[in-house]
């Protein structure tokens, strides 16, 4: 499976079970403070003008006309006209008193120099076992001429802005679709920025050997992999592949062979109505015992568990 296979395969696992969008007309004075959340990641985007954002623990960026900041992690962070404008909470700007939705455009500040954001949140479902999402920086910053360069986001969000607005039915889902969308092609954006060479599990999978040997695993987790059989197939020894891998990815081979498993059946629970027996053979178990003995260790609940509370959660969300 070529590198490029097994980002889409754990893309295709990032699956964004709920978005938040809102449009931002500022005037300075203005300051906008977002609260630190795990569960979500924040994105914001200068349609036009130009502002500061502060990370705690980070200098003060500058953003303008066209730039895109993502917070895979949820990270507390400020978007001011300049540094050191007071704060309002997004929270109290962005939700409707009345209804406790979102509202799909504010308007905040005083009447100096505008500026214009689309700004949300995603919401992943099964965020915690997915071996992307864990190696992405707090920050990912996305120029103006890149996004430009790679004629994506302006159409994508023209569109997500004009479903958030309407009141037509299905537009939550057609939101929540275009996220999917967006979030891939900021992974897209910032695998672009990376040096050569660079470490983490994403840059792994540009070296030829360990990227080899992951694309190994994605494309067929049922096999009985061993350090020594991973090795062999990239040509290695058992000892330096065990040791560049580790170094690389983060964790030892048959850890991330067992996480990887675990993040697909998850995904299959979630997705599809295969029964227990089918998706413990297709990820390498051969009783649907020990693989909700492992499922259950790695994710926390029993296989069957985890299919009901996904199930409910995608109902509520649709209500």
Known sequence: MPTTDVLTDVLETVRVGAACYGRVEAAAPWGIGVAADEENAKFHVVLSGECWLDVEGQEPIHLSGGDLVALPHGHAHALR??????????????????????????????DGASATLVTGSFHFEDR??????????????????????????????????????SARPGAQTVVSRLADVLFIQIVRGYLATLPPGAS???????????????????????LDWTVQSL??????????????????????PLAYVTRWRMQKAAGLLRQSSATLA???????????AAFSKAFKRAVGSAPGAYRRAAKATVIAAAA
């Not at 089918?278 to 649907?288: F, L, T």
């Open 200 to 222: 983490g599990w994403l840059g792994a999978l540009a070296d030829a050997q360990i990227g080899g040997a992951l694309g190994l695993i994605h494309q067929s987790p049922e």
């Open 128 to 165: 915690r076992n997915n071996p992307l999402l864990s190696v992405l920086p707090p920050v990912i910053v996305l120029p103006g001429e890149l996004s430009r360069n790679v004629h994506w986001l302006e159409p994508t969000l023209k569109f997500i802005a004009c479903e958030a607005a």
């Open 81 to 110: 006209d300049v540094p050191g404008s007071s704060i309002r909470p997004l929270a109290d700007l962005i939700t409707s008193p009345s209804t406790g939705k979102c509202q799909s455009s504010i308007v905040t500040g005083g």
């Open 278 to 288: 089918d998706i413990a053979e297709r990820v390498g178990y051969d009783s649907e």
């Open 231 to 252: 090795a062999a197939k990239v040509a290695m020894s058992r000892s330096a592949f065990a040791s560049r891998f580790a170094r690389l990815v983060g964790e030892p």
